[in-house]
């Protein structure tokens, strides 16, 4: 088929999806669930498409059958390939319970790699990053970036004074906890607001589309 | 056998994955249980695509409430599973990246996944301005904060932010509502947001361990085996 005529049906495409799901805005209808089950079966298959592509292709295929006489098979993940037949036995009941085998794998390799991850990127970094000095590291800090060291260096502390549950937030520990809800309240706030932008940034991309790329009225 | 031995391979793996960051010689044992992961994940990911055939096919079959919806579905599902297995209108034939530039696949990405996802997203504009418009009052102190936090936001980045603090001077630059946002951004919330992320951290910390020791079993089902 032409080339042209492709992109034109495949620009109208863009725009009948793009207005069906506009649509819903006036109520629930035909031509959105239409949208919708277009979007649900087209995500699935894109996703098995990369996966299969990225991963049993990339990683097993070539990484068993290298094809390059000068790399050397990594028979290693032939064990990976059996694991991932063994999670299809969950198809057939009688030996069903075999599926756990490499559900086990993926929660224990999931454990693994997350409590390493998490502990250095979530734990460690970030109490590096809020101990600091509060003048800067050649204390040479402006009176503004003081105010800002000093609030992540009392707010990180405060909320997370509020996180712990397991001492009755009274007295002074309670005033604590109380400054920690306030900085949780400008962070929600805060990502509250940074959210509604990001969103009304995709709506502008769709009007900009439509009356852009689609109908041409803006150049 | 049904228990013992997942229990094992969940705490043999974890346990080796662990090790691995420490000790260099058993890092490409670590290496290759991550490749294996990666495989095993995109058969569980097989079986959640074979799922959705059989639901849809199965409505399709017998004719039930909705079943046209179902067949768009299944249409959208084999259409991009056949671009993208078989390639097609890739313009190096089989051996190209699937993601080449005028292939079927790439095209259905940027015409029909691209458009859907992200009108999706941008009708939550509407649904969380009509939300927020009806939560949101200065009932209290903690109410008040955020709703400034958020209005500060929202205003900070908009050209009609910029416009009403234009008139400070220079010396007072910081009490202008862009940079009030950008300092709201980086102090407060980035206290905020580190004490949610050591939290999360540390959540994530003691359930790791609690799959590894076997104190946490609910992902093997109910089954006493």
């Given amino acids: ?219 | 056998m049904k228990r013992t031995v997942p229990l094992f391979i969940t705490f043999f793996v974890g346990t080796l994955l662990i090790v691995s960051v420490f000790l260099p010689p058993v890092q490409s044992m670590g290496e290759n249980f991550t490749l294996f992961f990666d495989i095993i994940a995109v058969f569980a990911f097989f079986l959640g695509g074979g799922n959705l055939v059989r639901i849809h096919l199965d409505k399709v079959s017998r004719r039930k409430k909705d079943w046209g919806y179902s067949l768009v579905t299944l249409f959208g599902f084999f259409l991009v599973l056949a671009s993208g297995l078989f390639k097609i209108g890739n313009a190096g034939g089989i051996a190209a990246s699937v993601t080449a530039s005028g292939s079927w696949f790439q095209t259905i990405f940027e015409r029909v996944m691209n458009p859907l996802s992200s009108t999706m997203y941008a009708l939550l504009a509407f649904y969380v301005a009509s939300a927020s418009y009806r939560a949101f009052r200065a009932k209290n102190r903690e109410a008040t904060i955020l709703l400034i936090a958020a209005f500060v936001i929202l205003l900070g980045r908009t050209p009609f932010g910029t416009m009403i603090t234009a008139w400070i001077p220079d010396s007072l630059s910081a009490l202008q509502v862009p940079n009030m946002a950008i300092w709201i951004m980086s102090s407060p919330n980035l206290a905020g947001q580190r004490a949610i992320m050591i939290g999360i951290g540390l959540g994530v910390v003691s359930m790791s361990l609690r799959v590894l020791l076997g104190i946490e079993r609910t992902y093997l089902g109910e089954d006493k085996g």
Avoid at chain 1, 93 to 105: E, M, T
Avoid at chain 1, 136 to 142: M, T, V, W
Wanted: charged letters at 10%; hydrophobic letters at 55%.
């Fill in chain 1, 1 to 219: 088929m032409n080339t042209g005529i492709m992109d034109h049906l495949a620009l109208w495409t863009a725009a009948f999806l793009t207005l069906g799901i506009i649509s819903f805005l006036y109520r629930d209808n035909v031509w959105y669930k239409i949208c919708e089950a277009v979007f649900v079966g087209a995500s699935a298959g894109y996703w098995f498409v990369t996966y299969f592509w990225d991963n049993i292709y990339g990683k097993f295929w070539v990484g068993v059958f290298p094809g390059d006489p000068s790399r050397s098979p990594d028979y290693a993940l032939l064990v990976g390939g059996a694991l991932g037949l063994l999670m299809l036995m969950r198809l057939i009941p009688k030996i069903g319970w075999l599926s756990r085998w490499p559900l086990a794998f993926i929660v224990g390799a999931t454990a693994g790699l997350n409590l390493i991850g998490y502990f250095a990127s979530n734990v460690m970094v970030q109490v590096a990053d809020t101990v600091r000095p509060l003048l800067g590291a050649d204390g040479g800090a402006s009176l503004y970036d003081v105010i800002g060291n000093v609030v992540v260096a009392v707010g990180t502390f405060t909320a997370l004074i509020y996180f712990f549950f397991s001492k009755e937030h009274k007295g002074a520990f309670g005033g604590a906890a109380k400054v920690g809800i306030f900085v949780l309240m400008v962070t929600f706030g805060a990502s509250f607001g940074y959210t509604v932008m990001s969103r009304m940034s995709l709506l502008i991309g769709r009007i900009d589309f439509l009356l852009g790329d689609w109908l041409g009225l803006i150049k």
